[in-house]
């Protein structure tokens, strides 16, 4: 698996999906959620509005992109309310999400992952969590995976934390599978 952090936003990154998580009880939304739905005309806060999405954990959407972001495709997850996330949540939904893109043989993709104010989650410990989760979904043969690309989607002032944590997990998890970590520098 080869885990990339980039600073480049989440519309600009170039892969097969991008995904962001947003919470059941954060109105409007926040992060790289908002951004795609203001990339979007607002589309996911009309499908917010209609009850059809709530954001719910785990709950899970993919919509196309209609070419307003460079990816064509846009995985939405629930992270329920934002009062309770937590490293074990995040594991959870880590595992989730790559157990979905599997289905859809998905294998290059962005993730967004929560951290920092007003969460209660550092960013390092907050990559690391994530990637053992991916590491989780794909169970004793994820060492033979080397065709999954990941790229974190950070700001500038997070990347160095991003990279730790990617790194810990690489680490962590040397006995059960083979990870590649390497920075995504801004064109």
Not at 49 to 77: A, C
Not at 140 to 157: A, C, L, Y
Request: hydrophobic share 40%; aromatic share 6%.
């Amino acid at each position: 698996m080869e885990v990339i952090i980039s600073s480049e936003p989440i519309d600009r990154q170039e892969c097969q999906l991008v995904e962001a998580g947003f919470f059941e009880d954060e109105r409007p939304l926040r992060g790289p959620a908002g951004l795609l739905d203001w990339r979007l005309n607002g589309a996911i806060s009309r499908e917010i509005i209609n009850g059809r999405i709530t954001g719910r954990f785990k709950e899970t959407v993919i919509i196309p992109s209609n070419g307003r972001i460079q990816s064509p495709k846009i995985l939405l997850i629930g992270l329920g309310p934002a009062v309770r996330i937590s490293y074990p949540k995040l594991r959870e939904v880590s595992a989730h999400l790559l157990q979905t893109l599997l289905k859809i043989n998905i294998l290059d993709f962005c993730c967004s992952i929560p951290h920092s104010k007003p969460y209660p989650l550092e960013c390092s410990k907050a990559v690391e969590v994530w990637v053992e989760g991916l590491s989780d979904a794909l169970g004793p043969r994820g060492e033979f995976r080397k065709d999954i690309k990941m790229r974190i989607t950070e700001e500038d002032q997070w990347v160095d934390e991003a990279l730790l944590g990617a790194q810990t997990a690489k680490v962590v998890l040397k006995r059960r599978m083979r990870i590649k970590v390497k920075q995504e520098a801004r064109p």
